[in-house]
């Protein structure tokens, strides 16, 4: 058990449909981070928020939206989803910054019909 | 640009046969490097940091390696339940705060 916490663990939505992902970091953590893994795909950053800023950016569509709040637990907004959103998709924590190692949830498994 | 190649990409042996698995990279200024077992359908689950080269670390049958340009993952005598994809990853950079995870090597140990 890593600490992380993540839910949903199973989301089956349709097309156009918007949802929200839910993710609690480990204790003490201040950096979030959200991958997006399709199906045999590798692990594709898309954002990340520390202590409640955004603090780095990768292929996020513009349809998706992060935020982290006071309490450091964070959610992420998927809207208009398309049937290639379908995946797994991880939040991890970590310490200060990405020097030190990420800590991952069990993941959220989005299906969109 | 920051890389990172894992090889190979699929590596199947038989419970016992001893490998190592590859991680190279191209950051400059390396600031650690990060090593992952994942299976199936589960997040991916931290192993080991490295930060300078010639620094070891070992896990069980596994021992991971650095030098200035690549990582190995050695694994000694394997297990079926060492089966998973493992992957590796490094800290960007750029001025950003991202890791760059490599693709992952698919490991398969057959009893």
């Known amino acids: 058990d890593s600490g992380v916490t993540q839910t949903p663990k199973h989301l089956i939505t349709a097309t156009g449909q918007r949802v929200t992902l839910r993710c609690s970091p480990r204790?003490?953590?201040?950096?979030v981070y959200w991958y997006q893994q399709s199906l045999d795909q590798g692990l594709q950053f898309l954002i990340q928020y520390y202590n409640g800023e955004e603090r780095a950016k990768g292929n996020i569509l513009e349809r998706f939206s992060a935020q982290q709040f006071p309490d450091l637990h964070s959610e992420l907004n998927l809207s208009s989803l398309e049937l290639g959103d379908s995946a797994l998709y991880f939040c991890?924590?970590?310490?200060?910054?990405?020097?030190?190692?990420?800590?991952f949830g069990p993941g959220t498994r989005l299906t969109v019909l | 640009e920051d890389q990172v190649t894992q090889s190979p990409e699929a590596l199947r042996l038989q419970e016992g046969e001893s490998s190592s698995l590859n991680c190279s990279y191209t950051?400059?200024?390396?600031?650690?490097l990060f090593w992952y077992r994942q299976d199936p359908g589960k997040g991916p689950e931290f192993l080991f940091t490295l930060y300078s080269a010639g620094e070891e670390k070992e896990k069980e049958r596994l021992k991971a390696t650095l030098t200035k340009k690549e990582s190995f993952l050695h694994i000694t005598a394997p297990k079926p339940e060492d089966s998973a994809t493992y992957l590796c990853?490094?800290?960007?950079?750029?001025?950003?705060?991202?890791?760059?995870f490599g693709k992952g090597t698919r490991l398969h140990i057959l009893p």
């Open positions: 991890a924590s970590s310490g200060v910054s990405s020097y030190n190692e990420q800590f």
């Open positions: 204790s003490g953590d201040l950096s």
């Open positions: 990853a490094v800290p960007s950079m750029n001025r950003d705060d991202k890791i760059i």
């Open positions: 950051v400059s200024g390396l600031r650690g």
